[in-house]
């Protein structure tokens, strides 16, 4: 019998499961749509949130009191240090130079109460800038090298100026200068470059290290007068005093070296007396630095003598050390060895002139 109603149990079997196929897939229609509804729903209120805020966001008061608060304004007032924001009281301004008499030490009292650095390493020369401004009633501070001038400012910067060799050991004037220039407590200060060097590069390239000024060596009052009074305020005055006369040699212009003391014979006398102590035995010094090559050393020497030489008036002695000077640069030849014995002959003959005359 069950035979017999084989058939409709299969059919009604395949429609039952095909009802529940479609009672199931229904129902996972409606579980998905319900789950989008609420998606959509939740963005909805995330969207009315955002906009709720950027609504708000302006009504914010951010003028807070207390420290830490922030102002309305998003604009940031960097305050500059106060080295910065504070000028110095002080300025380099400079002014023309009149035609003016030749100078004596005298006119030098114009400038009284001024306050100069010195940075030179050579004695001599020390002896020269002190004793030309001896009585000036200008106050000088005299050190060796560039580091020692450093030194000093970190302790007092109130100069008018810095009188700076370029050569000097341990710090040369270029390196020391470039220090100072990028300090801005010192922009007040005039820095003067004291050098022999006078090539239009040499010159640039004092400039470039913050150099306003270049003083040549040797000396001249004139020269250095010029520097004092295009850079203060003080009034020159008239002073027509003849410079003395001095006798004269083959090996010293007398007349020469006492114009670059300013005059004052007894000075004179001293710097004379100073370069003997000191260059007596020069030609040997000279002779060793050669002979064993150390080149930089002697050209160094030599530039110390060619500045001492000029300011005392030994115009000889001071060719001859040029002329090695220059042949240095000629290595394979070493033709500055021939011109030791001129060199040689014009020390003895100027220092026996010097003597004569003390």
């Excluded at 035979?3 to 079997?13: A, D, G, K, P, V």
């Excluded at 604009?75 to 240090?81: N, R, W």
């Excluded at 002014?95 to 030490?105: A, L, Q, S």
């Excluded at 027509?240 to 006798?247: G, I, M």
Aim: aromatic share 6%; hydrophobic share 40%.
């Amino acid at each position: 019998m069950l035979l017999e109603f084989q058939n409709e149990i299969i059919i009604i079997t395949i429609i039952v499961a095909i009802c529940l196929v479609v009672v199931f897939l229904a129902l996972k229609k409606d579980t998905r749509t319900q789950l989008d509804t609420n998606s959509v729903k939740e963005e909805a209120i995330t969207s009315q949130s955002i906009k709720t805020e950027v609504q708000i966001a302006p009504q914010i008061d951010l003028s807070g009191s207390e420290e830490g608060d922030f102002g309305p304004s998003l604009k940031t007032t960097v305050e500059e240090p106060e080295e910065q924001r504070r000028k110095s009281d002080k300025t380099i301004t400079k002014r023309d130079v009149p035609k003016h008499d030749k100078i004596t030490k005298q006119k030098f009292t114009e400038f009284s109460g001024q306050r100069i650095l010195i940075a030179e390493d050579n004695l001599i020369n020390q002896k020269v800038l002190a004793g030309l401004l001896a009585g000036s009633g200008i106050e000088l501070v005299i050190v060796d090298d560039g580091q020692e001038a450093l030194e000093i400012l970190k302790q007092d910067s109130d100069f008018l100026l810095i009188l700076m060799d370029a050569h000097m050991p341990i710090m040369d004037g270029f390196e020391a200068t470039r220090i100072i220039r990028s300090i801005p407590k010192y922009d007040h200060i005039l820095v003067v470059a004291l050098s022999g060097d006078t090539a239009s590069d040499d010159i640039a390239k004092m400039k470039r290290a913050g150099m306003a000024e270049q003083l040549e060596k040797p000396l001249r009052m004139e020269s250095l007068y010029d520097i004092f009074y295009a850079y203060t305020r003080n009034k020159a005055t008239e002073d027509d005093s003849d410079f003395l006369q001095v006798v004269m040699t083959k090996d010293l212009n007398g007349e020469q070296g006492l114009q670059t003391c300013g005059g004052d014979e007894e000075f004179y006398r001293d710097i004379l007396n100073e370069f003997i102590q000191t260059y007596e035995n020069s030609t040997d010094t000279l002779g060793d630095l050669l002979h064993f090559g150390k080149l930089k050393e002697a050209d160094e020497y030599l530039l110390d003598i060619i500045g001492i030489t000029a300011n005392i008036g030994a115009n000889p002695l001071n060719a001859i050390a040029s002329d090695i000077k220059v042949a240095l640069s000629d290595t394979q030849e070493r033709s500055y060895l021939s011109l030791t014995s001129q060199y040689k002959f014009h020390v003895e003959a100027l220092i026996q002139d010097i003597k004569e005359y003390q």
